[in-house]
């Protein structure tokens, strides 16, 4: 059981041991019980640690520094070693500052969180690393979601707060800690910052921006923009961070060089020129994509040989975790999200597995939604009614389960085997990468040969597929489905309605917001 808990020591376990034993004895104690009851050892004298420590704080204070990521100081390069200076001599100097690390996807960004992180905690500082999404969260050690750590809100407004006491653990460490790191900052409401920067004012009791925190904002403008439900425009671009009331405050730190192991500049200059809005258009905001990308549509057909070029000999991979990792098909909509996913099973060898959800309505007692209604839906987030499996098929997380564990929303994993009330997986990518997990049932996964552009974003695959049966809706979705790749070769680009009359080549439409990008500096 005390592998469960995180500890950068390798050969005294005392310490450990007794977190373990006061955990227990706490569970126990609500029953009226203690650990004296049963044959478990005795908590002993721990005199390198103080037992009094709140456990957010001690599983802080215990994340594992990985050895690449102290030696990673060494390698930055120019931008990066810019950065990682500023926000040094920031930390070290106690001075109050808010950072934009900005930067195109592949510039290094999560390196730099990653060598700043070894640096801090090697000198005993407290960062608490964050990011909007799961899979951004899994890529850094200790990393958790921003609205698990902060208990952000569903619903916020321009005069929202959390609900954090200032007499909490979790408010003793906000105090505690020098800074904090929030990757794909981008993707959060305004609102939701302008709500945790009078938090973090209200349990400092210092009236800077962040309570005097250093925080460290990092994302991509070009990338999608907050969610807005049925938002106009202006609704997007007015709750993006870039409208907050402390960003007049912020310094912009810009990485421009690629890290990415990416021998093909003609195709990074097409991802910049499309992520900026710069490429050449047609009519309605056309582009034309560059023709080794694009297979040309000549009716379903065409679908099949997307997923050939994307899969190709699937048959022979099976269980083969770095052939899984490495591609996938992305494509705007859940439902299509779901035919492709279908159509890729049926090719994928083994033995099917058809698992049936639970559906029903608390406290329906006249039987209004019938189970047959239920059954036909399928939420956003929800796992299908009917999930269709094999062993070894790639899977993905729809809900936050253990994000200690780096079980979160879209967290992908592999099947490695089917019972009829668990699932056995191991997790493919993050920090955690090829840890075993048990998932029991309700089942909340579904299959991720194809996902959604959103889903997708914080990945590099290097195998990429686009379908786009419609054109892509919104702000910075078609770079994002783009830049997922790492060449012209190896990005494959499928387009329903992508011809004109009178013109040759593949268009599609790329929606760009020009408001909101940062200049290049």
């Known amino acids: 059981m005390i592998e469960d808990y995180p500890s950068s020591s ?11 034993l006061r955990d227990l004895n706490g569970l126990l104690v609500q029953h009226s019980k203690s ?9 002993t004298e721990d005199r390198g640690a103080n037992s009094t420590l709140p456990r957010v704080i001690e599983d802080e204070v ?3 520094i990985p050895q690449e990521d102290c030696d990673a100081v060494h390698h930055l390069n120019e931008d990066q070693a810019f950065a990682y200076n500023s926000i040094i001599s920031a930390i070290q100097c106690r001075e109050p500052a808010v950072f934009f690390v900005d930067g195109p996807g592949g510039t290094g960004k999560t390196y730099l969180y990653r060598a700043l992180l070894a640096t801090l905690r090697s000198n005993n500082h407290i960062i608490l690393a964050t990011a909007t999404s799961g899979i951004a969260a899994t890529i850094l050690p200790g990393g958790r979601t921003a609205h698990s750590r902060f208990k952000i809100p569903l619903n ?3 005069s929202s707060t959390y609900s954090i006491s200032k007499q909490s653990d979790l408010a003793e460490l906000i105090r505690r800690s020098s800074a904090i790191i929030l990757d794909e900052a981008p993707m959060m409401n305004r609102y939701a910052f302008e709500a945790l920067d009078r938090t973090f004012k209200d349990i400092t009791g210092i009236d800077l921006s962040f309570g005097g925190k250093v925080m460290i904002l990092g994302g991509n403008f070009r990338q999608v923009l907050p969610v807005i439900y049925k938002g106009m ?16 405050d912020v310094k912009i730190l810009h990485l421009r060089q690629n890290m990415r192991s990416i021998n093909d500049p003609e195709f990074l200059e097409f991802l910049l020129q499309v992520g900026n809005g710069e490429r050449q258009t047609v009519i309605e905001d056309m582009i034309q ?4 990308m694009v297979i040309p549509w000549e009716g379903e057909e065409s679908i099949n040989q997307l997923v050939n070029e994307v899969f190709p000999n699937l048959n022979c991979h099976v269980n083969d975790v770095l052939y899984m990792v490495e591609r996938a098909i992305i494509t705007p909509e859940n439902d299509d999200v779901d035919v492709l996913n279908e159509m890729i099973i049926k090719r994928f060898p083994g033995p099917v597995r058809i698992l049936n959800s639970f559906d029903s309505v608390e406290d329906d007692t006249r039987n209004m939604y019938q189970k047959e209604f239920l059954n036909s839906i399928s939420p956003s987030g929800m796992p299908p009614h009917q999930l269709t499996i094999k062993k070894g098929a790639p899977i993905m997380l729809l809900r936050y389960i253990d994000p200690n564990m780096g079980l979160c929303n879209g967290t992908g994993l592999t099947c490695h085997g089917l019972y009829n009330n668990l699932i ?22 579904k299959l991720s040969f194809a996902l959604t552009i ?4 914080g990945q590099t695959i290097p195998n990429v597929g686009i379908y786009l049966p419609d054109h892509v809706f919104n702000h910075g979705q078609l770079y994002v489905a783009l830049s997922r790749g790492v060449s012209e070769a190896t990005t494959k680009v499928l387009v329903k309605k992508g011809s004109f009359e009178g013109e040759e080549g593949v268009f599609t439409t790329n929606v760009v917001y020009k408001e909101i990008l940062l200049p290049s500096g």
């Open 233 to 248: 425009r202006s609704e997007m671009v007015q709750a993006s961070l870039i409208n907050a009331s402390f960003w007049k």
């Open 35 to 43: 650990i004296s009851h049963y044959d478990l050892p005795e908590m």
């Open 156 to 158: 916020l407004d321009a």
């Open 424 to 445: 056995d997986a191991e997790i493919l990518t993050g920090q955690f990468a090829g840890t075993r997990v048990f998932l029991r049932k309700q089942f909340p996964v």
């Open 289 to 292: 994509l560059p023709s080794p």
């Open 454 to 457: 959103n889903k997708s974003q």
């Open 10 to 20: 390798t050969t005294d376990n005392t310490h450990i041991t007794n977190r373990l």
């Open 62 to 64: 215990s994340v594992i």
